[in-house]
C-alpha cells in the first residue's frame, strides 16, 4: 500500500507572509488611518488627481510587463483583462466610490494587492482548487473583518458598501492575478501526457 505525500496549500511562505503583514497592518491601522488623512491631506488635497494618475499608470504599466513577461500562453487575453480590470477600476472610482474619501477609495488599491499576494502564496493549481476557495474565502473574511473592526472604532463606521467595495477590489485582485502571475494555472502552457 503507498501513500501519496500531502501537498501543502502553501506554495510561498515569504508571499504567505506578506500577505499576513498587509493585513495586519491594514486592520491594525483602522484607528489611526483618519487622523493621519485628516493631518496629510490639506497638504496633498492640490496635487491628489495627479498622484492618483501617475500611481495608477505606474500600477498598470507595471501589471501590463508582468502579463507580457508571463509567456506566451495566453498573453493577449492577459494583456485585455489588465486593460479591463484597470477600467473596472477607472469606472468604480466614478460610480460606487465617487463620494468616498481618498482613504475610501483606496480600499479598491488594499484589497487587490491583498488578493494578489494571497493568491501567489498559496497553492492554487486549477480553478476548482482547495487552495483557491481558501484563499478566497480568507479575503472575504479580511473585508468584513475589517468593517467589524470599524463598528467598534469610535471615529469609524459599519458599512455594507465598503464589504461589497471590499469583495469587488478582491475580485480585481483575482482577475490581475491570473492575467500576470506565473503561478496562475489559466498562464501556464498545457503539459504534454
Known amino acids: 500500500m503507498t501513500t501519496t505525500p500531502q501537498i501543502s496549500l502553501v506554495r510561498s511562505w515569504p508571499w504567505l507572509?506578506?500577505?499576513?503583514?498587509?493585513?495586519?497592518?491594514?486592520?491594525?491601522?483602522?484607528?489611526?488611518a483618519p487622523n493621519l488623512w485628516y493631518k496629510v491631506l490639506p497638504h496633498i488635497e492640490p496635487y491628489l488627481g495627479f498622484i492618483a494618475v501617475i500611481g495608477g499608470g505606474l500600477a498598470i504599466s507595471g501589471l501590463l510587463l508582468k502579463a507580457w513577461s508571463g509567456g506566451p500562453y495566453h498573453r493577449g487575453a492577459a494583456l485585455g483583462l489588465v486593460i479591463l480590470g484597470a477600467m473596472t477600476i477607472v469606472v468604480l472610482l466614478l460610480t460606487f466610490?465617487?463620494?468616498?474619501?481618498?482613504?475610501?477609495?483606496?480600499?479598491?488599491?488594499?484589497?487587490?494587492?491583498l488578493a494578489y499576494l494571497t493568491l501567489n502564496a498559496l497553492r492554487v493549481e486549477r480553478f476548482i482548487d482547495k487552495a483557491l476557495v481558501v484563499a478566497i474565502g480568507s479575503l472575504l473574511a479580511v473585508g468584513i473583518i475589517d468593517e467589524c473592526f470599524q463598528y467598534l472604532l469610535p471615529n469609524r463606521y459599519f458599512d455594507l458598501l465598503d464589504i461589497t467595495g471590499n469583495w469587488i477590489a478582491t475580485g480585481l485582485g483575482l482577475v490581475f492575478w491570473t492575467s500576470c502571475?506565473?503561478?496562475s494555472p489559466w498562464r501556464q502552457a498545457p503539459r504534454e501526457t
Open 181 to 183: 502571475s506565473k503561478y
Open 97 to 113: 466610490f465617487a463620494d468616498a474619501t481618498p482613504a475610501g477609495k483606496l480600499h479598491v488599491v488594499e484589497y487587490a494587492v
Open 17 to 32: 507572509a506578506a500577505a499576513a503583514l498587509f493585513t495586519l497592518v491594514l486592520l491594525a491601522t483602522l484607528g489611526i
